[in-house]
């Protein structure tokens, strides 16, 4: 962006403020820079959760997700529908369904430019190789369940496919509609097929969005071409009113290691791997053979995990004397049954998809006049954190008299940190990050509804998600004095906690009993004005 900010009247007042909408399992935020009566509205993300499951079973969750009608009518109404600026950090329903949920109001919208990170890049060889992959993993999944909900057994008993589709679902959830796409080696189709960049579905985008990927291309169609902008780790941007804002991107990375590494190495934490091809076409290829017909015909010959004269498929009612005892109901014959073993890798594969994810968010840190950094690390995962520390920043100076810093410099100045994903126990690196934000001013917020995360129960975890993680969150309240605004948090306690720590910050609500919003605003002191 061009030029050196320019010099403010000490007359203007200039403020920078953080609003948080409440209410909702989902990131929505928008950052305002205030100088005298000229405003400059930046927003980042704008969603909520998913309700998956049995009608009744998640009453909070469907609470949270139909909020966004009042999330969305606010920012309309606040902003005059004009946004200056909006950040996709990544492709998550609890951080894009705003845009679908309320496309009716979103299309009254004009939006100025729109950030994403360098994997929504069509035009980027390993972004398009990452996103083909997880759509294809995707469509694979998704094709499971549809299985499944036709009646098909896969193998197994109705216990385990009814656990292993339950699995699958609830990480389905973060996409809204999944698109389909070839899944067995056969060639893309639909419009875009010809294209030099193609969507990965092959199709073009729905208008109105069904899906994360549908939000994504329409906020590409918002901006001028030239205001539309992929950001790579160790670019430094200039934004807000005259330039004054200044964001180092911190993720996510390029480099494969870190794109890996989803979870903490210590303790109890294991690292889980970048989605591989290979996961990804095994299970497309098995699911396309048990679904016979077109889908199996289109299935290469060298895509079979072994020779023709080595196997043997016969359906369950043939006549074959070995095919009725491999089939034979008897408990002491099926429990030899191996066809439905396949399905043990497809939760784990969802899984992993998820924290891929999650692992490549847009993260930056905005420094504002006086070098007070405000970091929204989006659901930055451990990889993308470590990362941050692999280069300077600026990475590249245009100029040879610019000064880079570190992350841990660009860390310690930090007095703003919008947990990551819900202040989960994978999204907030201790050492490299938490404990590396020493200013006395920090302060924290928390897109969190503990009861929407209770919500999100399986078999294997009946107390549903631990959001805030018990020990991440007793730190945080170490490190900020208290001074923690949840999105399910009390306000006069909250109200309290930053009267009685004191600092920097102004904490306001929306005027309401139950407040739509919760902000804090930094005054910029005159002397860096």
């Known amino acids: 962006m061009a030029g050196a900010p320019e010099i403010v009247a000490a007359t203007d007042e ?37 309700a998956i499951g049995a009608t009744g079973s998640k009453p909070a969750t469907v609470t949270s997700l139909t909020h966004l009608a009042d999330v ?20 998550h329903f609890d951080h894009l369904s705003g845009f679908i949920k309320q496309f009716g109001l979103w299309s009254q919208f004009r939006i100025d430019a729109v950030w994403f990170a360098w994997t929504e890049n069509y035009a980027d060889p390993l972004a398009n190789d990452i996103r083909l992959n997880r ?45 389909p796409v070839a899944i067995a ?35 590409k169609t918002r901006p001028a071409p030239d205001r539309i902008r992929y950001l790579d780790p160790g670019e430094q941007l200039r934004f ?20 890996l590494q989803l979870d903490p190495t210590e303790g109890a ?40 004269r080595f196997r043997r498929w016969e359906p369950e009612d043939s006549n074959d004397p070995i095919a009725r005892l491999y089939y034979d109901k008897d408990p002491r014959n099926s429990a030899r049954r191996i066809d439905g073993e396949w399905l043990g ?24 006049p006086g070098r007070d950094v405000l970091l929204f690390p989006g659901d930055a995962q451990v990889g993308n954190w470590l990362s941050w520390h692999d280069q300077k920043y600026p990475a590249k100076p245009d100029k040879p008299d610019v000064v880079q810093e570190t992350a841990e410099q660009i860390l310690g100045r930090v007095v703003f940190y919008k947990v990551g994903h819900h202040a989960s126990h994978n999204a907030t690196a201790r050492d490299k990050g938490l404990e590396m934000m020493v200013s006395p001013d920090l302060v924290a917020m928390i897109p969190v509804v503990e009861a929407v995360a209770k919500e999100q129960k399986t078999k294997n975890n009946s107390d549903g998600w631990a959001m805030p993680y018990g020990d991440l969150y007793k730190r945080l309240k170490e490190k900020t004095r208290e001074r923690i605004v949840r999105g399910d948090g009390d306000p006069t ?23 739509l919003w919760a902000e804090v605003k930094l005054t910029i002191s005159a002397a860096h004005a």
């Open 72 to 91: 969305v009518q606010n920012l309309l109404d606040d902003s005059g529908g004009v946004l200056d600026l909006v950040i996709a950090t990544h492709e």
């Open 269 to 308: 934490g294991r690292e889980v791997y970048l989605t591989q091809p290979g996961d990804v076409g095994a299970l497309a290829t098995t699911l396309a053979l048990r679904s016979g017909g077109e889908a199996a015909a289109a299935v290469p010959a060298g895509s079979h995990p072994f020779a023709d």
């Open 135 to 179: 759509s294809k993993g995707l469509a694979a999944l998704s094709a499971l369940v549809q299985g499944a909900q036709a009646g098909q057994a896969f193998g197994l008993s109705a216990d385990a496919l009814a656990e292993t589709v339950t699995q699958v679902q609830d990480l389905l959830q973060f996409y809204g509609e999944i698109e």
């Open 493 to 515: 306690s909250e109200a309290k906690a930053f009267a009685a720590a004191g600092g920097r910050f102004a904490l306001t609500y929306h005027a309401s009993d139950q407040p």
């Open 240 to 259: 807000g009113l005259d330039d004054r804002l200044q964001a180092s991107v911190f993720g996510p990375p390029r480099m494969r290691n870190r794109l």
């Open 185 to 219: 080696g056969q060639a893309l189709t639909g419009d875009a097929a010809g294209a030099p960049n193609p969507r990965p579905t092959g199709r073009p985008p729905a208008v109105p969005p069904v899906s994360c990927l549908d939000v994504l291309d329409w906020l």
């Open 345 to 368: 890798a497809a939760g784990t594969l969802a899984l992993k998809i998820d924290g891929d994810v999650n692992n490549t968010s847009l993260a930056l840190a905005v420094e504002v």
């Open 14 to 50: 200039e403020t920078v403020a953080v609003r948080m909408y409440r209410g909702i399992l989902g990131d929505c935020f928008l950052l305002t820079h205030r100088i005298g009566e000229r405003r400059y509205r930046a927003l980042i993300d704008c969603g909520a959760l998913q």
